[in-house]
């Protein structure tokens, strides 16, 4: 019986391993030249996070986590963003709220989206705070992210702009 289960913790460790290198592959041919690969690989990503659960969803998020960073292409991020607007957990949060910061206005856009749909408190909370910590041109967006949320705990932070020096802002709030 131990020589049996040494086996087939060996075989799923080997299975694991295995899946991590696939999904590393997909992730990289996110930024393909060739857009039929470019869009497999967008299929494939979609369906192995689909497809998983527990252990392994957390893998492929942890992959995503990693290739949405600077140093990757826009194709890159923007895809895995996306994936983690449909599947992020609570262990997105503090990763998608530090792109609420980024110089590509298109990466902080996206964030806020992914924070929007995640159903964590942690991403009310983010978003809460985000209002005092973004540039006023970028408000009008957190405050749709939190109605959208439809959270009551964030009237609080939404009724301190009713006051705000721009008038459109005041006027979303």
Same mark, same amino acid.
Request: glycine share 6%.
């Given at each position: 019986?131990?020589? #049996? +289960?040494?086996?087939?913790?060996?075989? %799923? @460790?080997?299975? $694991?391993?295995? #899946?991590?290198?696939?999904?590393?592959?997909?992730? @990289?041919?996110?930024?393909?030249?060739?857009?039929?690969?470019?869009?497999?690989?967008?299929?494939?990503?979609?369906?192995?996070?689909?497809?998983?659960? $527990?252990?392994?969803?957390?893998?492929?998020?942890? !992959? &995503?986590?990693?290739?949405?960073?600077?140093?990757?292409?826009?194709?890159?991020?923007?895809?895995?963003?996306?994936?983690?607007? /449909?599947?992020?957990? !609570? +262990? +997105?949060? /503090?990763?998608?709220?530090?792109? %609420?910061?980024?110089?590509?206005?298109?990466?902080?856009? &996206?964030?806020?989206?992914?924070?929007?749909?995640?159903?964590?408190?942690? @991403?009310?909370? =983010?978003?809460?705070?985000? %209002?005092?910590? =973004?540039?006023?041109?970028?408000?009008?967006?957190?405050?749709?992210?939190?109605?959208?949320?439809?959270?009551?705990? +964030? =009237?609080? @932070? =939404?009724?301190? %702009?009713?006051?705000?020096?721009?008038?459109?802002?005041?006027?979303?709030?």
């Amino acid at each position: 019986m131990y020589k #049996f +289960s040494l086996t087939l913790l060996s075989c %799923l @460790a080997i299975a $694991g391993s295995a #899946f991590s290198a696939d999904v590393s592959g997909t992730i @990289a041919s996110l930024d393909s030249e060739d857009y039929e690969l470019r869009k497999t690989a967008r299929f494939d990503l979609l369906k192995a996070i689909a497809d998983s659960s $527990g252990g392994e969803r957390a893998a492929i998020i942890a !992959e &995503l986590h990693q290739s949405m960073t600077a140093g990757n292409s826009f194709a890159t991020r923007d895809w895995s963003i996306r994936m983690l607007e /449909l599947f992020g957990d !609570e +262990s +997105s949060v /503090l990763r998608l709220a530090q792109l %609420l910061k980024d110089t590509d206005p298109r990466v902080r856009d &996206l964030a806020r989206i992914a924070l929007q749909a995640n159903p964590s408190e942690a @991403a009310t909370r =983010v978003l809460q705070n985000a %209002l005092a910590g =973004v540039p006023l041109e970028q408000k009008g967006a957190i405050l749709d992210a939190i109605a959208y949320r439809e959270d009551q705990g +964030s =009237v609080v @932070a =939404v009724t301190a %702009l009713l006051e705000s020096e721009s008038e459109a802002l005041a006027a979303k709030a």
